[in-house]
């Protein structure tokens, strides 16, 4: 497996290092990358596109711009034109790289691809079309280059900047052996060697700085029994008392659910917190239901907190760049139409707490889905001390 890439690292340097690891693979790593390339080809292309187009449609706004206005504004007509000249260069390079098995000419072309991007980066275009271009390009290359690491919001040969974390905002930081199963996985997940969590830590949100003091439990059984079909219930995760979460008056929250029921048997499911932290069922007054598909706790872990930038506070779903989803506080990622809780005791709106994504390894050790690659949302009523619990799914 190849060393990690530096924390940042010019792109001079960058580019050395990539081509000269590229020149000493062999010809079967080679012939893997190649067929990986062209099965990304439609993803880098689809990526490439929606760079094009926020380039193009902003530059042909710019271009509109009197001259007079060009420097009160700061606005540089000839480097957007350069700027249209790349993207239709770039184009050109992907397609060439696609059609061909020259060994340069790959490497070459996801160096230029990278390069490209961050000369047509603009700060009034989206971070994430850019990242999502660089991830596709680089995926083919995956455990047998070492990755490239660079700055996404600044030129390369600057340092990398600090950000400003979001408060009460926070990505949940895994085990590095967290994410492995005893089913074959989906033909998407199986593009990298590693596995799906390496593939999954290209992103950013997979390897925020970690604070030993923000750990905390994640799955596993919990004592009580569900109040709808019986059964036992199952812990997803324990809140410790973190400045800037809408809980207060717990010296920790303890989210428990059943994942036989929610969703299935009951569309949304509701407990109640005392201020020992155990957690109740309520608000369900029906018989005993039987679930039609009885589901194993989520495999137990213990997890850290990891304090995240304002621009990960609000996250889209389905993003291409494989962003980690699972995260406390911040804005849902709503899969469907968005919607909202109201607590079942005092009848007012509930605050957003907390998401799940899919992909989190049971017991059995099978992919739990939410659904079907959906989301969990878990919303809070402090005054009540109550969590409102439903997934949205594809």
Same mark, same amino acid.
Not at 98 to 126: C, K, P, W, Y
Not at 244 to 261: A, H
């Given at each position: 497996m190849a060393p990690p890439a530096p924390e940042f690292e010019s792109y001079e340097a960058?580019?050395?290092?990539?081509?000269?690891?590229?020149?000493?693979?062999?010809?079967?790593?080679?012939?893997?990358?190649?067929?990986?390339?062209?099965?990304?080809?439609?993803?880098?292309?689809?990526?490439?596109?929606?760079?094009?187009?926020?380039?193009?449609?902003?530059?042909?706004?710019?271009m509109t711009i009197p001259k007079e206005k060009e420097k009160r504004i700061g606005f540089n007509r000839q480097l957007?034109? @350069? $700027?249209? *000249?790349? /993207? #239709?260069?770039?184009?050109?390079?992907?397609?060439?790289?696609?059609?061909?098995?020259?060994?340069?000419?790959?490497?070459?072309?996801?160096?230029?691809?990278?390069?490209?991007?961050?000369?047509?980066?603009?700060?009034?275009?989206?971070?994430? @079309? $850019?990242? *999502?271009? /660089? #991830?596709?390009?680089?995926?083919?290359?995956?455990?047998?280059?070492t990755l490239p690491a660079f700055d996404y919001d600044t030129a390369p040969a600057r340092p990398q900047r600090k950000e400003k974390s979001a408060k009460g905002v926070f990505h949940v930081g895994f085990p590095e052996n967290y994410f492995t199963y005893s089913e074959p996985l989906p033909k998407w997940m199986s593009v990298a060697p590693m596995g799906w969590f390496k593939k999954l830590t290209f992103h950013e949100t997979w390897n925020l700085p970690r604070n030993p003091g923000l750990s905390c439990d994640l799955g596993g059984s919990y004592e009580q029994e569900c109040a709808v079909c019986g059964g036992s219930l199952h812990h997803l995760l324990t809140l410790p008392a973190v400045?800037?979460?809408?809980?207060?008056?717990?010296?920790?929250?303890?989210?428990?659910?059943?994942?036989?029921?929610l969703g299935w048997t009951e569309p949304r499911l509701f407990f109640r917190h005392?201020?020992?932290?155990?957690?109740?069922?309520?608000?369900?007054?029906?018989?005993?239901?039987?679930?039609?598909?009885?589901?194993?706790?989520?495999?137990?872990?213990?997890?850290?907190?990891?304090?995240?930038?304002?621009?990960?506070?609000?996250?889209?779903?389905?993003?291409?760049?494989?962003?980690?989803?699972?995260?406390?506080?911040?804005?849902?990622?709503?899969?469907?139409?968005?919607?909202?809780?109201?607590?079942?005791?005092?009848?007012?709106?509930?605050?957003?707490?907390?998401?799940?994504?899919?992909?989190?390894?049971?017991?059995?050790?099978?992919?739990?889905?939410?659904g079907s690659g959906g989301v969990l949302f878990i919303f809070w009523c402090d005054a009540c001390k109550i969590d409102a619990q439903f997934w949205q799914c594809t």
């Open positions: 960058m580019a050395s290092r990539f081509l000269d690891e590229a020149e000493k693979l062999t010809i079967e790593q080679w012939s893997a990358i190649c067929q990986r390339y062209e099965a990304a080809l439609e993803e880098i292309t689809s990526a490439l596109g929606r760079i094009g187009k926020d380039t193009s449609d902003l530059a042909f706004r710019l957007h034109q @350069r $700027k249209l *000249a790349v /993207v #239709a260069s770039l184009r050109e390079t992907i397609q060439v790289a696609g059609t061909t098995h020259s060994l340069r000419v790959i490497a070459n072309s996801a160096m230029s691809a990278v390069t490209s991007a961050m000369m047509i980066f603009d700060e009034r275009i989206q971070r994430p @079309r $850019k990242e *999502a271009l /660089v #991830a596709a390009v680089f995926r083919p290359f995956y455990g047998f280059i400045a800037g979460l809408p809980v207060t008056g717990l010296q920790q929250l303890v989210i428990v659910s059943c994942l036989s029921c005392e201020k020992s932290g155990l957690a109740t069922p309520t608000s369900y007054s029906g018989p005993t239901t039987k679930p039609q598909f009885p589901a194993k706790p989520i495999r137990k872990a213990t997890i850290v907190l990891c304090e995240t930038a304002v621009k990960w506070s609000d996250q889209p779903w389905g993003d291409s760049t494989h962003q980690n989803l699972n995260r406390i506080g911040g804005k849902p990622s709503w899969v469907q139409d968005r919607e909202s809780a109201t607590c079942p005791q005092c009848r007012k709106s509930m605050a957003f707490l907390a998401q799940l994504d899919s992909g989190l390894p049971s017991e059995d050790g099978k992919r739990w889905p939410w």
